[in-house]
């Protein structure tokens, strides 16, 4: 199957709420192109040394996402184009975008991932800490960022009752922090989560954006 044939059966299963986000890390240009050509805007990479090179060669009006761990150092290469930072872990990092952000200036749309895997390695806020950062007033200060809602990585497992479980447990917060009276600078608008693995459930359990590497491009060299 091409990459435009795994686009179009993988756009059908999507409702139209939902955004795919292209996952092209480990991906060359051509590959790319191609998905860009099949009409897709939205990329997602998981590291600031792969992403800032293809940002600079690729077409401007692709949207780019940062899916994986961000390293506060980092930061100020990606501050000028990245469209949605999905993986914000901790709040010395928001404080760093909100740095860089301001130096530009501009705003910069952001995701809280929480750790809802029961592994020990996955990075992430625990559901007690994020409602912690949304009450304090630590987030007063910080002007040129936008949280626009949560990401999450379900366990890497066969168990499918398990990961539905752990997505379950992450719209819930989802839906319970809208609930909440929240600074203006957070909106529960977006969550992210699902992969090629666990998709069709995250789907299922209200994901708005899932994040499809391998079901698109094949199986990664290097993953
Ligand atoms: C690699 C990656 C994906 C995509 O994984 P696939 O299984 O290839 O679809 C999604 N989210 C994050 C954070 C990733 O690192």
Excluded at 25 to 43: N, S, V
Aim: charged share 25%.
């Amino acid at each position: 199957m091409s990459i435009q044939e795994n686009l179009l059966g993988l756009v059908k299963e999507i409702p139209r709420a939902c955004k795919l986000i292209v996952v092209s890390k480990t991906q060359p240009l051509e590959k790319i192109r191609e998905a860009y050509d099949a009409g897709h805007r939205d990329f997602g990479e998981n590291r600031v040394q792969e992403m800032t090179p293809k940002y600079e060669v690729l077409p401007k009006n692709i949207s780019w996402h940062l899916i994986g761990h961000l390293q506060t150092n980092k930061v100020k290469y990606i501050a000028p184009f990245v469209s949605l930072i999905h993986s914000v872990d901790s709040p010395k990092l928001l404080v760093e975008i909100n740095k860089q952000a301001s130096k530009i200036p501009r705003i910069i749309p952001c995701l809280l991932q929480i750790h809802i895997a029961g592994e020990e390695t996955k990075f992430g806020f625990s559901e007690q800490e994020v409602l912690e950062l949304v009450h304090s007033t630590s987030l007063e200060g910080l002007q040129n960022i936008a949280i626009k809602g949560l990401m999450g990585m379900a366990t890497f497992t066969d168990n499918k009752e398990q990961v539905r479980r752990e997505f379950r447990n992450l719209k819930t917060l989802f839906e319970k922090l809208k609930k909440q009276v929240l600074p203006e600078s957070v909106k529960m608008q977006e969550l992210s989560m699902g992969m090629s693995g666990d998709f069709i459930i995250a789907l299922e359990e209200g994901s708005t954006m899932i994040r499809v590497g391998t079901a698109i491009f094949g199986q990664r060299k290097h993953p």
